[in-house]
Nanobody
Framework: QVQLVESGGGLVQGGGSLRLSCGASGRTVSSLTMGWFRQAPGREREIVAI????????SYADSVKGRFTISRDNAKNTVYLQMNSLKPEDTAVYYC????????????????WGQGTQVTVSS
């Protein structure tokens, strides 16, 4: 059974930084394509960043390019999302997810989900 547990959310001022962590059990993060999603109240869930199991390549939503970085630590079986230059519009619940696909195209392609962690950015 795969379990994903996020941590690191909180309240931060605009322009600040946070690092989210997603610890995995039951599978290695290097054997899954791992993604970070977010969902703000009244809005659809959106993909933020992914790191593919095959080759470790990464992709980002245009809204976070140059500010967020996804990475993984295989020894700790953990995926991170470093978020810099945070903006109020980044406020959302952030979810970690794992997919068996090498290049999942939507959130329905993800098989495993964490419980989410709240990120709030004040102006």
């Amino acid at each position: 059974q795969v379990q994903l547990v996020e941590s690191g959310g909180g309240l931060v001022q605009g322009g600040g930084s946070l690092r989210l962590s997603c610890g995995a059990s039951g599978r290695t993060v290097s054997s899954l394509t791992m993604g970070w999603f977010r969902q703000a109240p009244g809005r659809e869930r959106e993909i933020v960043a992914i790191i593919r199991w095959r080759g470790g390549s990464t992709s980002y939503a245009d809204s976070v390019k140059g500010r967020f970085t996804i990475s993984r630590d295989n020894a700790k079986n953990t995926v991170y999302l470093q978020m810099n230059s945070l903006k109020p519009e980044d406020t959302a619940v952030y979810y970690c997810a794992g997919s068996e696909y090498s290049n999942p195209t939507n959130f329905q392609s993800y098989d495993y989900w964490g419980q989410g962690t709240q990120v709030t950015v004040s102006s």
